[in-house]
């Protein structure tokens, strides 16, 4: 991955450089048809000084962690290395121009006609003067084309360090979202399945019919479990079916001491929801409302439209402890909402009469932002 990127940088840079060269070439033919012999010569030590320095520029920034995102402190040091390789620049060019002769011929030294100055001291101070004037004219023509370089790499980076982000950011979520899927799966107790089983047990001899019909029940219900991680939303009516099953059974255990109702608007049958969310709450309920008294508890289930949402109420008789609204099935019903519907959905548990609790889940109409 390294090498890759290290060629398409290189890639990049010579594809960059070669066009700034092929456009200051193509323009100046426009502008001037016939160009100075030293045109070329000059623009080809340009293009190779451009190479280099901004290659050394491109070193420092990762030396010294110049990448995005940066502090303000990073701005500076970054300012700082622009000016240090636009100085670079623009003198190295200069040095070579005047090495090579890489400049117009036809400038005279007739201003130097003092008698105290001796030929070769004209010559040194003419050839300063020149060099000096050559690195001022690259100063200020040249750096833009770094400062443009710059701007481009930085902005390449920041891309980079976005796309980056957001790709974590969505690994991240998947990641989330099969933990806890898995996660739901596994909640199915297994308490409840060696109570089904001996209840399944108990009724074989007693009743034979309604044994084979509790084994189906069952067998939903684990099938159910094991697909939970297969699919992020399944129909109302299935999840309800589901629940059902498992109320079926746990009357098997309870008998008259568990008492069901369902206030159901067939409109919402065919809404989606996340699968096994239902299952969670009514367990909830039995746990906290059989589980932990001694008397008859009811469980009621409604279902209905509002303002555009799916409002599941599950309601049991009992009173709501503090430690139960941070238990780990509701936590994991809030962390799933908040993943599948980016905020659009609602889950609360409060005491909603002196004797009831009630569980309520708002969700969009089939709107689910994957």
């Not at 066009?19 to 100046?28: D, E, N, R, V």
């Not at 045109?39 to 000084?49: G, H």
């Not at 010294?64 to 995102?69: E, H, N």
Request: glycine share 4%.
């Amino acid at each position: 991955m390294k090498k890759l990127h290290s060629s398409f940088y290189w890639t990049c840079q010579l594809a960059g450089w070669f066009s700034y060269g092929l456009t200051i070439i193509f323009f100046s033919y426009i502008l001037d048809k016939q160009l100075s012999p030293i045109f070329y010569p000059r623009m080809a030590i340009n293009i190779v000084l451009g190479l280099l320095i901004t290659h050394l520029l491109r070193t420092a920034m990762l030396r010294f962690g110049m990448r995005p995102p940066m502090t303000s402190n990073k701005w500076w040091k970054l300012f700082f290395l622009f000016v240090v390789s636009s100085i670079l620049y623009s003198a190295l060019a200069s040095f070579i121009f005047e090495i090579f002769k890489l400049y117009d011929a036809g400038k005279s030294m007739t201003n130097y006609s003092l008698p105290d100055l001796s030929i070769q001291q004209i010559a040194q101070d003419w050839r300063s003067a020149r060099v000096v004037k050559r690195f001022l004219i690259s100063l200020i023509f040249d750096t833009p084309i770094l400062l443009i370089w710059m701007s481009v790499y930085i902005l390449w980076h920041y891309i980079e360090f976005s796309n980056a982000e957001e790709i974590q950011k969505i690994k991240l979520e998947s990641t989330i979202k099969e933990l806890q899927l898995k996660t739901i799966k596994s909640q199915i107790n297994p308490h409840f399945i060696f109570n089904a089983l001996n209840s399944i047990r108990a009724l074989v001899d007693e009743n034979p019919i309604r044994a084979r019909q509790a084994i189906t029940e069952l067998s939903n219900i684990l099938r159910s479990s094991i697909l939970v991680d297969k699919v992020e939303i399944a129909p109302f009516e299935k999840e309800l079916n589901i629940v059902k099953d498992y109320l079926a059974l746990e009357y098997i255990r309870f008998e008259d001491r568990l008492k069901i109702e369902y206030d159901i608007d067939s409109n919402t049958l065919v809404n989606q929801m996340p699968p096994m969310m239902l299952q969670t709450l009514v367990e909830n309920a039995i746990k906290h409302g059989l589980g932990k008294h001694a008397g008859d508890c009811t469980i009621k289930i409604s279902s209905k439209y509002e303002a555009q949402k799916h409002v599941l109420v599950v309601e049991n008789t009992g009173h709501l402890e503090a430690e139960e609204q941070g238990g780990f099935g509701l936590k994991s019903t809030r962390d799933r909402l908040n993943i599948l519907y980016r905020g659009n959905a609602q889950f609360d548990i409060y005491q909603g009469l002196p004797d009831v609790v009630t569980a309520k889940l708002v969700i969009p109409i089939s709107n689910l932002k994957n």
